[in-house]
């Protein structure tokens, strides 16, 4: 039986005109092949959607369907996903960086965050280094880099201004500089600023997704300015840390806690903020056909209210062994951000001694590394358990480790050196001279800059690896 075209029916819908069995009448789908087509493909799309809710689908997959959205490929550009970065209010960043004379009143000035966190030029370094390098260098304060990642977030090639399609989120709060206000006064006022914060940040949506457990944030300063305990009026720092909310938040820090998986240690920033891929490359030329007139060095001070003070027995090993050994005694000279004296010393020694600062790590570490000179570590903590995304796996292979007990026992520094050959001394330097790109901080000169990947780069890619891993379904056991 004919169904007539009454207009029923879209315009240019043809009725079938061939139904052998007369006793089955032609239905709207079975007539016309071309809604079948259609049916059939919302069918798929809408089973595709329900089981990519149970099951996330696999990158190659998810970054098909981002192409066919955008028009344009994905592929390879943000692997594991995009960082969402909150608009704090200005009090948890920007009021802070105006207020930074209230910070640490003997160390810390308003200089020193300046130039969205690179400090001040270093002009005192024109003919140290080469002159096509003298832009790229900065009086940075070993404590700014929450103001550097801030920034660079703000322009990362992976953010994304729609908190639905992001896989992590960025809290650009300086808790670094908030805390150094009420470290030495005003002590009752240590936690405010962090308490206001994790307020604020939960009442936002996208908290609760996770519970967090997708946010980060850069702490400026060690984890233990962040970690007081229970006794307000003696503890040092802040209980950020220690806050509820912050359980399950990755931190970068340049100093972890041991065993904490959300501490992840970060480089301390140096001066050296390369404006392209060919100034590190230049720079590392420089450092690798240094000559080097010392065997070692040493920058430090001792701490005269520390008993039998480690610092104090390298400072006088130094000292007896003139002729092989530069010391900068911090006591007499400015150390401070990486003066021109550290540069020069770590410059013209094979071997810079690095034991403990106030705490396991010290930002000299990355300053003598990026002058190509080689580490000499008597902790394990002050770099090898600290900064595994951006050092070497084989400690051996880029420095030395001399034990602290042997040293006190009176075991002589310059034998040690001296044991090894120049060959070993050429490839351990060489392998230092490998990682500078991945503990420095760039400075791109904009958009579509030629820049090697940085410190920043690495430490956003691991993060952004680790949500993704940790959101994938595991498989159970066969």
Known sequence: MMIPNSGQFPHGFQTSKKHKNPDLKPSFCSSHPRVWIFVTIL?????????ARIFPLPLSVQHLFTSAKTGKSDTGQCPFGRVYVYDLPAMFNRDLVDTCNDSDPWHWRCGA????????????????????LAPAWYWTNQFASEILYHNRLLNYECRTLEPESATAFYMPFYAGLAVGKYLWQNQSMRDRDPASLLRWVQKRPFWWRSNGSDHFITLGRITWDFRRLDQPEIDWGS?????????????????RAPRDYYDVGIPYPTGFHPLSASQVRDWQSFVRTRDRTRLFCFVG???????????GLLLSQCRNESATCRLVDCATTECANGRTPN???????EFCLQPRGDSYTRRSVFDCMLAGSIPVFFWFRTAYDQYEWFLPGEPESYSVYIDPRDVRNGRSIKRVLESYSREEVRKMRE??????PKFVYAKPEGEGSEITRDAIDIAIDGVMKRFYEQKRPRRLPS
């Open 43 to 51: 069918s798929v799309q809408v089973l595709i959607l329900f089981f």
């Open 301 to 311: 001070a001792t701490r005269d209210s520390i008993k039998n003070d480690f610092r």
């Open 431 to 436: 392998r230092v001279i490998e990682h500078i």
């Open 239 to 255: 209980s950020f840390i220690n806050m509820r909310a912050m359980r399950h938040v990755t931190r970068l820090v340049v100093e």
């Open 343 to 349: 540069l020069e010393t770590f410059l013209d020694s």
């Open 113 to 132: 965050v300046s130039n969205d966190g690179f400090g001040p030029r270093a002009t005192e370094l024109a003919g140290i280094v080469p002159d096509n």
